[in-house]
């Protein structure tokens, strides 16, 4: 995209701030160019977190009836998907994927679930609650 074409439109979603995003200049170089937003970026931007909010609260509805552990509430609440979670916990996608079940979570060592809560950026006492 050229410079003198980024979007203009006043988005509500800074609330006024300006935004950097790379652009090609007038000499044809990568660069730095400001915007005030665009109304397709918050329309996106909104789905997505719609998107996470209902899956933590279909997380949520889970860890209730005792098929789900608090650590998939947690995921979606910091707008994480397992992948995510994985590359920021240090764990395997796979493991991820064990730990959410009840029985498996119950029995994660305390290191473990300081790893968790540092990646999910919580108390380590917090990660427990389902609310």
Known sequence: ?????????NSATYGGHLKAVYARSGD???????????EAEET???????????????ALERARAGQSSPLE??????????????QASGFWRWQVRRH??????ARLSKAHRA???QALGIDPDQLDTVD
């Open 1 to 9: 995209m050229e410079a003198a074409d980024v979007p203009q439109e």
């Open 28 to 38: 044809g170089r990568l660069g730095l160019t400001q915007t005030c937003g665009w």
């Open 44 to 58: 996106v931007t909104r789905q997505a977190v719609q998107m996470f909010e209902d899956l933590a609260a279909a």
């Open 73 to 86: 509430i947690h995921m979606y609440r910091a707008r994480m998907d397992i992948a995510l979670l994985a």
């Open 100 to 105: 959410i079940r009840p029985a498996v979570f």
């Open 115 to 117: 790893r968790y809560a």
